[in-house]
């Protein structure tokens, strides 16, 4: 069964940065990729970043372009997400998913497996 598990959230100041870790209960190759996700309050669910594992292709919400940034770790089977220069505006629920398909895709709907969220908070 899989299972992935978010961790690394919490409260930080404008500016700040944070690094978000998906941790998975199989092995992240057999995955063809891999997203991160959020939903802030009142609004619906957005793509942030997606990996595709052939040719380790990436892709950003342009929101977050230039201070995020995702990347995995095989033999740990995680995914990360590096948060930078943090704004207001980037609170929210982030959420991991991961799906067998290879494909670039910041579509919630094409992600097949999904863990159970991560506050971030970001103040002012």
């Known amino acids: 069964q899989v299972q992935l598990v978010e961790s690394g959230g919490g409260s930080v100041q404008a500016g700040g940065s944070l690094r978000l870790s998906c941790a998975a209960s199989?092995?992240?190759?057999?995955?063809?990729?891999m997203g991160w996700f959020r939903r802030a309050p009142g609004a619906e669910q957005e793509g942030v970043a997606v990996?595709?594992?052939?040719?380790?292709?990436?892709a950003y919400d342009g929101s977050v372009k230039g201070r995020f940034t995702i990347s995995r770790d095989n033999a740990k089977n995680t995914v990360y997400l590096q948060m930078d220069s943090l704004k207001p505006e980037d609170t929210a629920e982030y959420y991991c998913a991961a799906d067998y398909r290879a494909q670039v895709s910041l579509v919630p709907a094409d992600f097949r497996y999904w863990g159970q969220g991560t506050q971030v908070t970001v103040s002012a």
């Open positions: 990996i595709r594992f052939s040719g380790q292709y990436t």
């Open positions: 199989v092995s992240t190759s057999s995955f063809g990729s």
